[in-house]
């Protein structure tokens, strides 16, 4: 028996041999794009002791909380919940410039710590967490940046807390090693220069292929906006033969367009399944193209209307779009949210503002029902009432108070979102919401 209780008391003490993951901040890359756009500024300071360090320029300001060092040198293995419950590292973000700012925010590895090997990342898990209300949590071997390209106000100022453990499943083969890595943050500033104007005596001109002539070109009508019935069209194809219904790669659920659920609004990103919630990068890109089988066909191109490469993308998440479609020719819902066009707002008064384009250019509902919207009579062909519920889409038609018609549902509305949603919005900007224009060269007579 003492032999056998010295035996259990050994392996227990070789379960719990102390072990070292620190996780280096030691050195904060910080890449600026300056306002040219031609220069950028990198800043690298060495981080040491407990001291708040700041690095200042004329866009952000980061700054270190005390505790640069996160150290697992004698907890071991956790569970999330006490993962989460550990001292965090603490960092803060502030937009010191005059307009909006958008940044990465990710880690760069930086190997083992002296003669240890490197642990396997798989079993590093983490929390980050903002006083801004965002959060996420995963694995350090499955993350490619915490934020792609997020947003901060004018003056607005950023607080997160980083937490990272060794997952309790962790195998004692991966227990004596260590891992290192730094926080880097670039940041960037779009400043965008005023747009070309024609020179005195000068005339646009366009170059007509069927005639094989140069002619005038009609700047005020050689694009618009693209109005509903126009969305409508495209979101028809998808569930004809030509479209993503009739490509035999797909059944069942995935013949539904896949969602670009990536929070970081970047284009021909696919999540590779029909719904899914918000994400912090892009899953798939457009262009992949391999057959997963199983009737699930392509990861990437299975974002598009088609199912393949040549298809129309982003109609299923991404950011709410904006389509030439508003109730009864209304501005907005107040003098602040509204569309720019001359009209009224919800409270009934008006506002002056560009003039209304020719009426083939948008459209015109005339009532919050679907079913009357169109002057008295059902709207056919704009994908409103015929299509409400197809794949559970959102359907929810413009009213007084929200004027102008939206499409497609942004990256986090998960099974509502599609190319078969639609719902309201004020008429103004806002960063969830986008719009599509269409090139339509004109010849004059």
Known sequence: MNKYKRAMKQKEETKHVKRMLIIMSVLILFGIALFLGTSYALFSVLVEGNQSISITTKTLEVKLHDGEYIREDSRG?????????????????????????????????????????????????????????SQQEGRIGELEQFYQNKMIGIGETITYELRIWLDKDTPNSEQEKSYQSKVAVDA????????????????????????????????????????????????????????????????????????????????????????????????????????????????????STT?????????????????????NKMSGNTEVNNSGYAGKITNGSSIGGRTWPTDKYYDLYTSD???????????????????????????????????????????????????????????????????RQVLAPVRNA
């Open 77 to 133: 293995t956790m569970t999330d919940k006490q993962g989460k419950n550990t001292k965090p590292y603490r960092f803060t973000i502030t937009n010191t410039g005059t307009m909006e700012a958008y940044y990465k925010l990710y880690l760069i590895e930086e190997g083992p710590i002296g003669e240890k090997e490197l642990v396997n990342t798989y079993y590093l898990k983490y929390e980050l967490k903002g006083d801004d209300g």
């Open 188 to 303: 960037n500033q779009l400043n965008y220069p005023n747009p070309p104007v024609l020179a005195d005596n000068m005339i646009p001109v366009v170059y007509d292929e069927e005639e094989k002539r140069w002619e005038k070109a009609d700047v005020e009508q050689g694009w618009y906006n693209y109005n509903n019935q126009e969305w409508a069209l495209i979101s028809y194809l998808t569930q004809s033969k030509y479209g993503k219904y009739g490509n035999l790669l797909y059944s069942d659920a995935n013949k539904e367009m896949y969602i670009n659920s990536y929070s970081g609004f970047i284009t021909g990103c696919s999540s590779g399944v029909p719904s899914a919630t918000s994400a912090s990068s892009c899953g798939n890109a457009y262009d992949v193209m391999t057959d997963r089988g199983s009737g699930q066909g392509y990861a990437g191109a299975g974002a």
């Open 307 to 327: 199912g393949n490469i040549t298809g129309i993308y982003d109609m299923s998440g991404g950011a709410w779009e904006y389509t030439m479609s508003v109730y």
């Open 369 to 435: 029902n679907p079913l009357t919207a169109c002057n008295g009579a059902s709207c056919k062909g704009h994908a409103l009432n015929e299509t409400a519920g197809w794949y559970s889409d959102s359907s929810i038609i413009v009213t007084a108070e929200r004027p102008w018609l939206v499409r497609c549902g942004d990256y986090s509305n998960a099974t509502v979102a599609g190319v078969f949603h639609y719902s309201l919005y004020y008429g103004s900007g806002h960063l969830y919401n986008s719009f």
